[in-house]
């Protein structure tokens, strides 16, 4: 079945990713696969830098692997079956390198329901399915 799973999480949207986490969890722990959560930061436009502090990335980074390290402590899983990563940049091609440096062979993604706008604007989850070069799960909420 399945070996490694990687779980993008969105930590503005805990509610989308719930259900997603959910079902990676069920699957890691029927097939006995490792688990590792994602968070993607994303850059911020430099128009932004005069306004902000001046470790305001790092702040954002160490918000993040917190929060990750809190539901990664959750996970009904042995611990070193359980990872997390933090990375900076786009959302789809940060979690597509995570899922190619990593080795994941399985990639279990949360996505809204398709409306109107995610048909004209195309979603990261459409583009993870599109280019991911392993299985892509999508989970809707």
């Not at 902000?52 to 611990?79: G, H, N, T, V």
């Not at 900076?88 to 440096?101: F, N």
């Amino acid at each position: 079945m399945f070996t490694t799973i990687l779980v993008p999480v969105d930590l503005e949207e805990r509610d989308m990713t719930k259900p997603a986490l959910d079902k990676a969890i069920a699957l890691a722990d029927q097939s006995g696969a490792s688990l590792r959560l994602i968070n993607v930061q994303p850059l911020l436009p430099a128009t932004f830098m005069d306004s902000i502090p001046a470790d305001f990335d790092e702040q954002q980074r160490q918000w993040a692997e917190q929060s990750l390290r809190q539901i990664a402590a959750k996970i009904p899983l042995p611990a070193g079956r359980v990872s997390h990563k933090v990375r900076t940049g786009g959302i789809y091609p940060e979690v597509l390198g995570e899922a190619e440096d990593w080795g994941a062979d399985l990639i279990v993604i949360g996505s809204h329901r398709p409306s109107m706008s995610t048909y004209l604007l195309g979603s990261n989850a459409t583009t993870i399915v599109r280019h991911a070069t392993c299985s892509v799960l999508v989970v809707r909420d």
